[in-house]
């Protein structure tokens, strides 16, 4: 079975453009996480969604939005790109949205802002 | 505010030995899960092994183990037998049960090498 699969691997902008960054989950997996890494630390929380529902939102600027498809698949969008957006993007799916429901991490997109 | 702290920036272990990596977290809830992922230099994350709060026996998963003090807001992560296939960062997480959101609070992760 296919893991977690988002695109692209990696992507290069300029200060005040936008970014699209997609996200596939397992098959079955109705939820949909996303987390910001920038270089050195933790993952840090932006979205999530659950039958194409957001279900919550981290501490990030409206610049960040996101949205669920039908298929459960999602995207993540930045507008008005800083340098300080620049870090690996990850995707998490899950089943649902239970406590100890575990999340499985696609690859990351590497999204860098020059 | 919850917060995940490990303290641990790197560390080495030579191969076959055990290595022990702290964490520490913060919550005033009393139900919650704890778990430990590895992100090897691919860069996927894998869970490594989870635990629920609520369980006193602390979980076990082959050569991984956790020692849980639920007073002490402690999470470590044992590793025995340690393998060059364990070089990776180990991120411990936490998992709030009553906001509403089941989202993830990281540490900040530790870099974890194996020698032979």
């Known amino acids: 079975d296919a893991g977690v699969t988002q695109s692209p691997t990696h992507l290069i902008k300029t200060r005040g453009q936008h970014v699209t960054l997609r996200c596939s989950p397992i098959?079955?997996?109705?939820?949909v996480s996303w987390y910001q890494q920038v270089l050195g630390q933790g993952p840090q929380f932006i979205f999530q969604y659950y039958e194409k529902e957001e279900r919550g939102r981290g501490n990030f600027p409206d610049r960040f939005s996101a949205r669920q498809f039908p298929n459960y698949s999602s995207e993540l969008n930045v507008n008005a790109l800083l340098l300080g957006d620049s870090a690996l993007y990850l995707c998490?799916?899950?089943?649902?949205?239970?406590?100890?429901?575990?999340?499985?991490f696609g690859p990351g997109t590497r999204l860098t802002v020059l | 505010a919850q917060t995940v702290t490990q303290s641990q920036p790197e560390m080495s272990v030579q191969e076959a030995e055990t290595v022990t990596l702290s964490c520490t977290y913060d919550t005033s809830e009393n139900n919650y899960y704890l778990f430990w992922y590895k992100q090897p230099p691919s860069r996927q994350m894998i869970l490594v092994i989870r635990?629920?709060?609520?369980?006193?026996q602390n979980a076990t998963e082959n050569r991984f183990s956790v020692n849980f003090q639920k007073a002490a807001k402690s999470f470590s992560l044992k590793i025995s037998d340690s393998q060059l296939g364990d070089t990776a960062m180990y991120f411990c997480?936490?998992?709030?049960?009553?906001?509403?959101?089941?989202?993830?609070?990281f540490g900040t992760g530790t870099r974890l090498k194996v020698l032979a």
């Open positions: 997480a936490f998992m709030p049960s009553t906001s509403g959101t089941y989202k993830y609070i």
């Open positions: 998490a799916s899950s089943l649902g949205v239970r406590t100890g429901n575990e999340q499985f």
């Open positions: 635990q629920e709060a609520y369980k006193q």
């Open positions: 098959s079955g997996h109705k939820s």
